[in-house]
């Protein structure tokens, strides 16, 4: 069964940071975009950072750009996120997805439909 997983979430200092963790199980990540989402509550859900499945391209949301970093290690089929300079408004639960689309910017900002979710991994920013 197809599944993806997050971990890496946990309570962090502001200022602080994180690493999450994406893992595919069931199938190869290296054909997938793959993205970060968040949902704080009482918010929509939105896109935080999206990478392309080879690597070459990645998008960032103004909120996070030079503080959040995607990478994919497709050996591993795991795609990370590491967050610095956390603030409390980052505080979500955060989500990764993966999507056969092509156009990271278009992942993130419109979120389509996606050919897998993972269950998410709560993110909390406090001090």
């Known amino acids: 069964q197809a599944q993806l997983v997050e971990s890496g979430g946990g309570l962090v200092q502001p200022g602080g940071s994180l690493r999450l963790s994406c893992a595919a199980s069931?199938?190869?990540?290296?054909?997938?975009?793959i993205g970060w989402f968040r949902q704080a509550p009482g918010k929509e859900r939105e896109g935080v950072s999206c990478?392309?499945?080879?690597?070459?391209?990645?998008y960032y949301a103004d909120s996070v750009k030079d503080r959040f970093t995607i990478s994919r290690d497709n050996a591993k089929n795991t795609v990370y996120l590491q967050m610095n300079s956390l603030k409390p408004e980052d505080t979500a639960v955060y989500f990764c997805?993966?999507?056969?689309?092509?156009?990271?910017?278009?992942?993130?900002?419109?979120?389509?439909?996606?050919?897998?979710w993972g269950q998410g991994t709560l993110v909390t920013v406090s001090s």
């Open positions: 997805a993966a999507s056969s689309i092509t156009t990271v910017q278009y992942m993130c900002v419109m979120i389509p439909e996606m050919d897998a």
């Open positions: 069931g199938f190869t990540l290296d054909s997938y975009a």
């Open positions: 990478i392309s499945n080879s690597g070459g391209s990645t």
